[in-house]
C-alpha cells in the first residue's frame, strides 16, 4: 500500500486514461523499467513517449495509464518513484 495522501478519489472519475510523466537520469532503460512497472499493476500494450533535455542529461518517459481507483494511482506513483535514476514523477 501507499502512504501517499492524495485527493484523486474526490477530483476524478474511474476508470481513467491518466498520464503519468517520468523524469530520470539520461538511460537507453528507463522507458523499459517504466513500461515494466506499468504492467505489474496494468497490463496492455505501451507506447511511451521520451522527450531528452536539451543538455542530454534527462529522460521524460510519458505513458498514459487506464487507471482503476485511486489506490492504483498511488502505487504507481510509488512505484515508478521507486525506479532506479529516477527523479520526479508528475
Same mark, same amino acid.
Given at each position: ?6 485527493? /484523486?478519489? &474526490?477530483?476524478?472519475? /474511474? ?13 537507453? @532503460? ?18 511511451? @513517449? @521520451? ?9 521524460? $518517459? @510519458? $505513458? ?8 492504483? $494511482? &498511488?502505487?504507481?506513483?510509488? &512505484?515508478?518513484?521507486? $525506479? &532506479? ?6
Amino acid at each position: 500500500m501507499s502512504d501517499l495522501d492524495t485527493r /484523486f478519489d &474526490e477530483l476524478m472519475e /474511474f476508470p481513467n486514461s491518466f498520464p503519468f510523466k517520468v523524469v530520470g537520469s539520461a538511460s537507453d @532503460t528507463l522507458a523499459d523499467r517504466v513500461v515494466a512497472v506499468v504492467q505489474r499493476h496494468v497490463p496492455g500494450d505501451y507506447a511511451p @513517449t @521520451t522527450n531528452i533535455s536539451s543538455k542530454g542529461t534527462y529522460y521524460s $518517459i @510519458t $505513458i498514459r495509464v487506464m487507471v482503476q481507483d485511486k489506490p492504483q $494511482i &498511488e502505487a504507481l506513483y510509488s &512505484e515508478l518513484a521507486a $525506479i &532506479e535514476g529516477v527523479k520526479r514523477v508528475l
